[in-house]
C-alpha cells in the first residue's frame, strides 16, 4: 500500500473519531422528570419561578445560592448551585442549567441565563456562571 | 399625516445612508470593471480604468459613513437608534470609540473599512494581479456593504443600517409627540464591560485579521482563474503571513481583555465565538505550510490551495455564528438576529460555491504531482503538520457547530456538559504532535536529508528536552497528569530544536530566523495556556463550610468564595487579607483589599499590597464585577468581588417629627464621680475632672446660677477625644447642654448632680453601629501566565520577521 493510502485512512480514522466523540460527549436537553431518571448531567431549559424565594444569604454561606425553577413542562423544582448568586439573576428571561438531581434537588454546575438586554431592546444577552467542579 | 419632529438632527444621517448606497454601488461596479478588466484584453485598459475610480470612490464613500456615524455619536444625537442604543452622554471620548463597534452595524463597518485599506494596497502593490484579485474583494466588499443598506426590496429589508432613527426602530407613545425628543436626554450606554481599554484596540485588530484573510483567499482564486497555478502561493505568502500574525494578536488580545476585565476566571473558555475566530487561523496558519512545502518541492499544491480557501470561508462561517443568532443557548457572547441569517448565508454560499466550481473546473490542469514525498524530507512533515492542524479544527468545529446542526436536523442535541474537558481531551494531544514536528522538521532538509545528521540533532535535542521538561515539570507543578508532561516536553523539545536554528541564524543565515522564533514564541504560548490552565488554583478556599465527621470520608467540597468584612483580617493562601474599605470614582465602586504576606516567625510583613478588585452598581445590569490582578514574574494573584451589597442612596435626612435621640440607641445613665472609668460598647469614658465655673454662650451666668462643665476623655477605636458637657440651674430650672462627637457616634449628657450622694449623672447615647460592610471575593493564582503573553509576543516578532523574508523574495533580483 502507498504511505499516502495510509496516511489517509489514519487521518479519516482521526476525524471519524473526532466526530464520535462530539456526539458522545454530547448532552440532552431534558425536563425535571427526565433529571429524575438518569445519573448523568443533562441540560433543562426553564424559567425562573418567582412566586419562590431566592436564596442566598452570603453571611451565612457565600457559597450556596437556591432558587426554584419550572422547566418547559411547568414543573417546578429546587436548584441548588454552589456559588454566589450571578448578578441580575432575578431579571433572567430564561434559565439554562447544567447538572443533576440529587435527593429531589437540581445540583446545577452551570447556569447560562438569558436576560433583556438593557442595551439593546432587540438584542438578548446570555450570561453563564460555573460553580467549582 | 406626517408630524414635524422638533430637534432632530436629519442631515448626517441623510449623508451617511447616502455614502452606504454609494459604498454598495461603487462596490459592485468595481467588481464588474475588475471582472472585465481581467477576462477581456483591453489595450486601452479602460475597464482598469473605471475599476480604480469605482474603488477610490469605495474607499471614500466608506470613510464618510464612518465620519456621519462618529459625528452621530460624538454629538449625542439619541434621536438615531445608533447613538441611542450603544452610548450615553457620561461616556468619554475614547470609550465612544469602543461604543461605535459594539452594534453589529459598526462592526460590519470596521470589517469594510480595513478591506477598503487592504484595497488600495493591493492597487498599489498587486502589479499584474491586481484585476482578478481586486474583483474578489470587491464582491466580498459588495456584500459587506450590502449588510448596511437597511432597504426595504420586494418587502424584505436587505441588512441593517446605522443611520436607523429611534423613532423608526422602536415604537412607542412617545413617539407620536413632535417634541418627543425633549424626552430623550440620555442614551443607554456603552455596556460596563466594553468600557475598558482593550475594548478600544481588541476589535479594530481582529477585524483587520478577519478582512486581510481575504487576500490569500483572493490569490488563490485569481490564480486558479487565470491559470496562474504557481505563481499566487508565492504572492499569496507575506499575506498569509500578515494575516495569522494580526488574527493571532487580535485574538490574544480579546483573551487578555477577558482576563483583565471579565470575571470568569481565565483567558480562554471555549467559548463558541473564541472557537470561531481561532478556527480560521489554524487553518491559515496550516496553509502558510504547505505553501512553503509547495514553494520548495512542488508538492501539497492541492492541499495549499484548498486550506487558504476554506480559512476565508471558515472567517464568514464565524461571522455567521456570531451575527446569526444561532447560538443563542450555548454561547455568552450572543448578537440575536437583526434579520440577517439569510443574507450571511449566502454571503458564505456565493464564495463557497464560487470557490468549489473554480476547483472543479481547474482539477485537472492543477499541478498536483503524484509521487509520494520522501519521509525524510521538509515537505512531508510540513504536510503532516498541516493535516493535523486542520483535524484540531475539525474537532473543534464540530463541537462548535452543535446548534447549527440542531437548526439544520432539528434535532435537539446538547453541548457537552463539561466543554472545556471535552475539547482538551482533543486538542491537548493534537498540540502534542504539532510541536514535536514543528521541532524536528527544523533539521530536515527539502527534498531530502542526511538522517544521520539528521538523528544526531535529534538525539541532542531530546536528551536537552529531557532535563528541561524535568526541571520545569518540578517546579512548575505539572506532574500531575501524564498528559501535561507529554506536553510540556514537546513544547520544550520545540523550543530547543527552534533555538538550535536560531543560533545558526544568528551566526549568518539570520533570514531563517522568522520561522524559528515563531515557533518559539508558539511553543512558550503553548506551554503557558497548559500551565496556567491546568495548576490555577483558587486560593479564595472557604473552610468554614467543611465539615469533617470522624469516620466518614465525605468531607464537603471546599467552596470557592470567601466573606470578608471590613476591618476583619483573614488568611488565605499565604497571605492575609484585610477589606479595607470601598471608594467610588464615576460608576465603579473599588473594593481596596489589602494583602499581607506575614512572615509566621518573626511577625514581619514581607510583602504588602492592595488590590482594588471593582464593580459598578449599574442601574441597568446590577452589580458588574471586574478583578484586580496582582502581577509576578510567575505567577498572578487574580481577585474579583463575587458579591456586595448594593450600595443604597436614600440617605436619612433628619426632618421634622422625628426628635433628635431617635437616632441613638436606648441611652446608657450612669452615676459617676471624677475619676472614674466607664465602658460602653466600643470604648471607655474617663471622667477627668469637675469644671465649676463653666460659661454658656451667650446665657448670662448670675451669681445664683450654677454652671458645671464634666470633663470627659473617650477614647474608642484607638482615638481619644474630649467633650464637655453642662450642666445649669438657672432661676431654679434644671437644663443640661449635651455634647456629641460625630466621629465616634456618640452623644453626652451630664444630665443631674446628687448632691447628696456626691455624684453626677451621665447619659451616653450612642448611634447604632452601621452594619458591616463586606464582599464576597474569589482569588485565584495563576501560574506562568506570562509565558502565554511573553510567547504570543515572540510569536508575533517571528511572524513579523517571516513576512519581511517573503517579502523581499517576491522581488525580482537585481
Known sequence: MKRSSIIGIIIIAIAIGTIISTYADSSTYGTFSDAQETSSELHVVGKLDKGQQLIYNPKKDANYFAFYMKDNNGKACKVVFNGTKPQDFERSEQIVLTGKMVDGEFQASKILMKCPSKYNKDQVEVQEVKSAS | ?814
Not at chain 2, 495549499?304 to 470561508?313: R, V
Not at chain 2, 527552534?498 to 524559528?516: H, Q, R, V
Not at chain 2, 447628696?756 to 451616653?764: A, F, G, I, Q, T
Request: hydrophobic letters at 45%.
Open chain 2, 1 to 814: 399625516m406626517d408630524i414635524q419632529f422638533a430637534g432632530e438632527h436629519l442631515l448626517p444621517g441623510q449623508l451617511g445612508q447616502f455614502f452606504i448606497v454609494l459604498s454598495f454601488g461603487t462596490a459592485l461596479l468595481a467588481t464588474i470593471s475588475y471582472y472585465f478588466a481581467t477576462v477581456k484584453d483591453t489595450l486601452d485598459g479602460s475597464w482598469k480604468r473605471i475599476a480604480r475610480i469605482a474603488s477610490g470612490l469605495n474607499t471614500v464613500s466608506v470613510a464618510g459613513i464612518g465620519s456621519c456615524l462618529f459625528y452621530i455619536i460624538y454629538n449625542h444625537y439619541f434621536e438615531y437608534n445608533y447613538a441611542y442604543a450603544h452610548s450615553s452622554k457620561a461616556l468619554p471620548v475614547y470609550y465612544i470609540i469602543s461604543s461605535f463597534w459594539e452594534g453589529q452595524e459598526g462592526s460590519f463597518w470596521l470589517w469594510m473599512f480595513w478591506q477598503a485599506v487592504l484595497s488600495n494596497i493591493l492597487i498599489w502593490k498587486a502589479k499584474s494581479w491586481e484585476n482578478s484579485v481586486m474583483t474578489t474583494v470587491m464582491l466580498s466588499q459588495t456584500f459587506l456593504a450590502s449588510m448596511l443598506l437597511g432597504v426595504e426590496i420586494l418587502g424584505a429589508r436587505i441588512g441593517s443600517s446605522p443611520f436607523i432613527l429611534l423613532r423608526e426602530a422602536s415604537e412607542g407613545p412617545i413617539f407620536s409627540r413632535a417634541d418627543y425628543l425633549t424626552l430623550i436626554t440620555d442614551g443607554n450606554g456603552l455596556n460596563p464591560l466594553l468600557q475598558n481599554y482593550w475594548m478600544v484596540i481588541h476589535p479594530p485588530t481582529l477585524f483587520l485579521g478577519f478582512a486581510s484573510m481575504i487576500v490569500p483567499f483572493a490569490y488563490a482564486i485569481a490564480g486558479l482563474w487565470e491559470k496562474r497555478y504557481k505563481e499566487w502561493p508565492l504572492s499569496a505568502l507575506p499575506w498569509a503571513l500578515f494575516a495569522v500574525m494580526i488574527l493571532g494578536t487580535g485574538i490574544i488580545m480579546g483573551s487578555f481583555w477577558a482576563y483583565e476585565a471579565l470575571n470568569f476566571g481565565g483567558f480562554w473558555a471555549w467559548d463558541p465565538v473564541e472557537n470561531a475566530s481561532i478556527i480560521p487561523w489554524l487553518t491559515l496558519i496550516a496553509a502558510v505550510h504547505v505553501i512553503l512545502a509547495y514553494k520548495s518541492s512542488g508538492h501539497s499544491y492541492f492541499t495549499a490551495t484548498f486550506l487558504t480557501i476554506i480559512s476565508f470561508i471558515l472567517v464568514l462561517y464565524a461571522s455567521f455564528l456570531t451575527r446569526s443568532g444561532i447560538l443563542g443557548e450555548t454561547s455568552v457572547h450572543s448578537f440575536t438576529d437583526l434579520g440577517m441569517f439569510g443574507h450571511l448565508l449566502l454571503y458564505i454560499g456565493v464564495f463557497l460555491i464560487l470557490s468549489i466550481v473554480l476547483m472543479v473546473i481547474r482539477w485537472k490542469e492543477m499541478p498536483i504531482t503524484e509521487k509520494d514525498e520522501e519521509t525524510y524530507s521538509r515537505e512531508f512533515w510540513l504536510f503532516i503538520g498541516a493535516l493535523v492542524l486542520g483535524l484540531s479544527c475539525m474537532q473543534v468545529l464540530a463541537t462548535t457547530s452543535i446548534p447549527v446542526f440542531n437548526a439544520a436536523f432539528g434535532t435537539k442535541i446538547a453541548p457537552p456538559p463539561n466543554e472545556i474537558q471535552h475539547y482538551n481531551k482533543w486538542q491537548v494531544p493534537f498540540a502534542v504532535v504539532v510541536s514535536i514536528i514543528s521541532g524536528f522538521t527544523q533539521f530536515l532538509k527539502y527534498k531530502n536529508t542526511d538522517t544521520k545528521k539528521f538523528w544526531k540533532k535529534i538525539r541532542i535535542s531530546v536528551l536537552v528536552a529531557i532535563l528541561a521538561t524535568a526541571a520545569f515539570v518540578y517546579i512548575a507543578k505539572v506532574y500531575t497528569n501524564l498528559m501535561y508532561i507529554v506536553l510540556t516536553f514537546a513544547g520544550i523539545f520545540s523550543i530547543i530544536s527552534n533555538l538550535d536554528i536560531l543560533f545558526d541564524a544568528l551566526k549568518g543565515k539570520w533570514k531563517l530566523a522568522g520561522s524559528s522564533v515563531a515557533h518559539i514564541g508558539f511553543a512558550f504560548l503553548l506551554i503557558g495556556a497548559l500551565v496556567s490552565a491546568a495548576t490555577n488554583e483558587v486560593v479564595s478556599v472557604n473552610t468554614s463550610g467543611l465539615i469533617a465527621v470522624a469516620g466518614f470520608d465525605k468531607v464537603e467540597k471546599p467552596r470557592e468564595n470567601l466573606m470578608l468584612y471590613q476591618g476583619e483580617p483573614m488568611a488565605m493562601d499565604k497571605y492575609t487579607i484585610t477589606y479595607v474599605g470601598d471608594s467610588i470614582d464615576g460608576v465603579n465602586v473599588y473594593y481596596k483589599v489589602n494583602y499581607k504576606d506575614i512572615d509566621k516567625k518573626t511577625g514581619k510583613i514581607k510583602e504588602e499590597f492592595n488590590l482594588y478588585p471593582n464593580a459598578q452598581q449599574n442601574p441597568k445590569m446590577g452589580l458588574v464585577a471586574s478583578p484586580d490582578t496582582r502581577h509576578y514574574l510567575t505567577y498572578d494573584i487574580y481577585t474579583h468581588a463575587t458579591a456586595a451589597p448594593q450600595i443604597k442612596e436614600d440617605k436619612h435626612e433628619a426632618h421634622e417629627g422625628h426628635s433628635e435621640d431617635e437616632e441613638y440607641d436606648t441611652p446608657l445613665t450612669k452615676e459617676v464621680s471624677p475619676g472614674d472609668t466607664i465602658k460602653y460598647t466600643s470604648g471607655v469614658i474617663v471622667i477627668k475632672a469637675v469644671n465649676r465655673n463653666a460659661t454658656i454662650e451667650k446665657i448670662p451666668i448670675s451669681p445664683n446660677d450654677i454652671a458645671v462643665g464634666m470633663d470627659l476623655e473617650i477614647i474608642t477605636g484607638g482615638k481619644t477625644y474630649t467633650a464637655q458637657p453642662l450642666y445649669l440651674i438657672k432661676n431654679g430650672n434644671k437644663f443640661d447642654f449635651a455634647k456629641t462627637i460625630d466621629e465616634a457616634g456618640l452623644k453626652l449628657r451630664f444630665s443631674n448632680i446628687y448632691p447628696d450622694r456626691n455624684k453626677l449623672e451621665l447619659m451616653v447615647y450612642q448611634k447604632p453601629a452601621a452594619p458591616k460592610k463586606w464582599i464576597v471575593l474569589k482569588a485565584i493564582k495563576f501560574p506562568y501566565i506570562n509565558l502565554f503573553w511573553g510567547g504570543t509576543i515572540i510569536m508575533v516578532i517571528g511572524l513579523l520577521l517571516s513576512i519581511f523574508r517573503r517579502q523581499k523574495e517576491l522581488r525580482p533580483a537585481r
